[in-house]
């Protein structure tokens, strides 16, 4: 019966499909309330834009766990290390948003780490373009170069549009190409391979 009820756990991962457009329409939802946000935030509407901002960082939250499905096959430990990071960052942006005063740290100590972390398992996946990841990777390495000091303005410019680009071209990509299912699946069917080997034997009670 366990084998059996492995065998058919095992089926049901295999033919659960990674959510890839799904991911992307929430990343999208997200952009699109960034963008209302600091356009209310401009007018001089402070409240319903801190609002919009909320909403925004939920939706983030969302695509961070997203995130970790999808790149579960590639490193568990890498995927949800960047789930952790990527949350404790929509945390803190949404303590910010309500709680000013308690808004103390830079919210890139979150978010480079993270874009390295997707970069890099990016890299590491088989359904997924690695020019992707390279974009990530930069644009993490941008987003903490960013928090030295006395960096030159067009260098500002140029990390704010690089993370832009690196994070909208990846939302076109999973909302409008997905992933290659079977190569994700394969990936999936790998790692619950190599973690069934990695697993100790069972003690068979006497």
Do not use: D
Not at 23 to 44: C, D, E, K, P
Not at 91 to 107: K, Q, R
Not at 151 to 164: M, T, W
């Amino acid at each position: 019966m366990g084998m059996l009820s492995q065998m058919k756990q095992g089926i049901r991962e295999a033919l659960q499909p990674p959510r890839a457009r799904t991911t992307g329409a929430l990343y999208l939802l997200y952009f699109l309330t960034a963008i209302l946000a600091q356009t209310l935030v401009s007018r001089g509407l402070a409240v319903p834009g801190n609002i919009v901002n909320i909403v925004g960082a939920a939706l983030y939250l969302v695509v961070t766990l997203l995130f970790y499905g999808l790149f579960k096959p590639v490193s568990r430990t890498a995927s949800l290390l960047a789930a952790l990071v990527g949350a404790a960052g929509c945390v803190e942006m949404i303590v910010g948003f309500v709680y000013p005063a308690f808004a103390t740290i830079n919210l890139l100590l979150f978010f480079g780490p993270y874009c390295l972390l997707i970069g890099y398992l990016i890299l590491r996946s088989s359904f997924l373009p690695r020019v992707l990841g390279v974009l990530m990777v930069l644009a993490g390495l941008g987003w903490l170069a960013f928090m030295l000091p006395g960096l030159p303005h067009f260098l500002s410019v140029a990390i704010e549009a690089l993370g832009i680009v690196a994070e909208a071209s990846l939302m076109l990509w999973l909302l409008v190409m997905g992933v290659k299912t079977e190569r994700w699946r394969q990936q999936a069917s790998a790692a619950r391979a190599s973690a069934r080997t990695a697993e100790p034997p069972s003690v068979v009670a006497n």
